[in-house]
């Protein structure tokens, strides 16, 4: 039996470090290339054709989430397993929407790290059990404001950004971390179908969602 192929993710080195550890002492598993970011990760997957990512969510430049559609249209084979500190509905369901097949927080033990990756390599998911509560019903995109389910905490980030602040002043007006507001941001444009910043403030103004 061939070993598992793993692509790891994360802009801390002393984690990949650490992974890459944990699955040198099992023989079913291989790390074939390490990322620090996400554009870097999806042109190292089209060059190793890894079966599994191991993915960040908070990376520089191109965040998690866009980094795991990115590879799920460009590198279809490659299944993503999120591998993140964060365990929030605001992460979490837009990565599944994105179409990750696992999500991991950081912090599980070996065995789970190692029965995550054999399970999704194998065709299934795997989810932590602090998270699960977040994969059951719909995580889709719904048309309409009924159909942009914004979070409280989006609308508040949404209508900061419309005025023109950055995301550490946002930051430290809502008592969050810049990363937090930075996934809120790319959540926003998500959930509204857009790429900046720019036409995530034309497109709330035009469905009503913050006012001019």
């Known amino acids: 039996m061939s070993a598992i192929r793993i692509l790891l993710c994360d802009d801390h080195a002393i984690v990949r470090q650490g992974v890459r550890a944990l699955f040198g002492t099992t023989a079913d598993l291989r790390v074939v290339g390490e990322a620090?970011?996400?554009d870097v990760a999806v042109a190292m997957a089209l060059q190793l054709d890894p079966d599994v990512c191991l993915l960040d969510l908070t990376l520089p430049g191109v965040h998690g989430v866009a980094t795991a559609e990115q590879l799920r249209v460009q590198a279809p084979r490659t299944r993503v397993v999120v591998l993140s500190m964060h365990a929030a509905e605001e992460f979490v369901r837009p990565a599944l929407r994105a179409g990750v097949a696992?999500?991991?927080?950081?912090?599980?033990d070996l065995g789970e790290l190692i029965a995550?990756?054999?399970?999704v390599a194998a065709g299934d998911a795997?989810?932590?059990?602090s998270v699960k509560r977040w994969t059951a019903g719909p995580v889709g995109r719904v048309p309409g404001e009924g159909t942009h389910p914004l979070t409280a905490r989006e609308r508040e980030v949404l209508a900061a950004v419309a005025d023109g602040f950055t995301?550490?002043?946002i930051a430290e007006r809502l008592g969050i971390s810049a990363k937090t507001v930075e996934a809120h941001r790319a959540n926003l444009m998500e959930k509204l179908g857009v790429?900046?910043?720019?036409?995530?403030v034309r497109t709330a103004i035009r469905v009503g969602l913050i006012g001019v």
Do not use: E, F, H, P
């Open 102 to 108: 696992g999500y991991l927080v950081k912090g599980a």
């Open 195 to 200: 790429r900046d910043v720019a036409s995530l």
């Open 116 to 119: 995550a990756v054999r399970a």
């Open 126 to 129: 795997y989810y932590s059990q």
């Open 36 to 38: 620090d970011r996400g």
């Open 167 to 169: 995301s550490v002043q």
